[in-house]
């Protein structure tokens, strides 16, 4: 039997153990960094199937291996993320979550049960190739610093460092049993904004005897526009927006301070410096030029994701000889982020979208809703996949 034809019977046999696995992290999320339980529910699946593994990793994270013959002669990286949501959840199904008020929104528990999947697949036929696959278990994809990062400095990289690394991340956009893939920059950078503006508070029928932080702060937000509008260049894809202003006053009294908070997004690290520069001067310019001031701090975050260009047509190629080509789409540009792009700048990457949409079924919520659910014949396609990508990319000269 063909490596193909093996991987998807297995994929088949193990496919109601990764609903089961699927559905128990999905009924226990754990926020960032306080993935505990998360992390114990990994190790005991890993140590059922008898993989080696070591725990603690960047606090709750997990780094397993599975050595085929010859496992020296190359080591190939497979990742998921563990993290939930601060989020309500609203589904009524028998796999809601347990923890109130924190959701697997975002698909973690998806990508931890098909990374479990394929562990059983790639252990069950660890004698069919050659080298190691090293599995990471990730905390804190969610939360800067992100746990990628942590992990890279607790040597996940290392010892030696992977030939390349796959992960794939749960897409609504997509129906289940198709993936999708962009070659080159595919998400953006992301930094989150933090301004304070200060004035002098005081009655609001007396404007002349204050100096109105809530007025500085809007010319500030419409003044800041400018920066993607007139500062950066067309052919440089930039976003900035600001998602929350706290100015706590009342409807006849002006607060003395006016707190923003945004984010800007980019792909180009020379023009993300000469952002940050420009919010500085413009935000102090205007706050200045009313009378006020406005302190002004940039918590500088992921670094833009980038798939491996050549990596990214082996995906597509496999995932076509996998899955058939007419189930492997091109995915355009995207302005959200993520932390995997800190393992894409160090090695070659490939970071993949898995289909999970299945509008009969009512599975069409957006990711970080409170709605989100998958339709679980994603798991399937999932693991076997990734199993498929790991086994071939070993085979490559």
């Known amino acids: 039997m063909d490596i193909k034809n093996r991987i998807l019977g297995l994929a088949d046999n193990f496919y109601n153990d990764a609903i089961s696995m699927r559905r128990h992290l999905h009924a226990h999320p754990e926020l960032s960094m306080q993935e505990h339980k998360t992390a114990e529910y990994i190790a005991t699946q890993l140590r059922l199937m008898g993989i080696p593994f070591k725990q603690g990793v960047a606090r709750t994270g997990l780094v397993a291996h599975i050595e085929g013959r010859n496992p020296e002669k190359r080591l190939l990286a497979l990742r998921a993320d563990m993290d939930a949501l601060p989020i309500f959840e609203e589904n009524q199904v028998e796999y809601k979550s347990k923890n109130r008020g924190v959701m697997h929104a975002c698909g973690h528990d998806v990508h931890m049960a098909s990374l479990l999947g394929a562990a059983k697949i790639l252990h069950t036929m660890r004698d069919h190739f050659e080298g190691t696959l090293r599995l990471i278990f990730q905390p804190s994809e969610e939360n800067y610093p992100g746990g990628a990062s942590i992990m890279i400095k607790e040597g996940v990289l290392e010892n030696p460092q992977p030939a390349a690394i796959f992960a794939q991340h749960v897409f609504p956009g997509l129906p289940a049993g198709k993936v999708g893939i962009r070659g080159g920059k595919y998400m953006a950078s992301t930094d989150e904004i933090y301004l304070t503006v200060k004035g002098i508070g005081g009655h609001a029928a007396t404007p002349h005897m204050i100096v109105d932080p809530v007025l500085i702060a809007s010319h500030i937000v419409v003044a800041l526009q400018q920066v993607v509008s007139r500062r950066a260049k067309p052919s440089i894809p930039t ?93 355009e540009l995207s302005m959200t982020a993520e932390d995997f792009a800190y393992y894409s700048q160090i090695v070659p990457a490939c970071f993949y979208r898995l289909g999970i949409r299945n509008e009969a079924k009512g599975m069409v919520s957006n990711l970080h809703t409170s709605t989100f659910d998958i339709d679980e014949e994603a798991l399937k396609t999932g693991m076997g996949l990734m199993a498929y990508l790991a086994v071939k990319r070993l085979q490559e000269k």
């Open 239 to 331: 976003v900035l927006s600001f998602g929350r202003i706290v100015g706590d006053g009342r409807t006849n009294i002006i607060p003395a301070e006016v707190k923003l908070e945004g984010t800007i997004r980019t792909f180009d690290e020379q023009w993300r410096a000469k952002a940050h520069e420009h919010i500085r001067e413009i935000a102090n310019s205007v706050a200045r030029s009313m009378g006020g001031e406005c302190h002004v701090f940039i918590d500088h975050g992921y670094p833009f994701l980038v798939n491996d260009l050549k990596l990214a047509d082996q995906f597509r190629n496999w995932a076509a000889e996998y899955l058939g080509p007419e189930n492997v789409e091109e995915l």
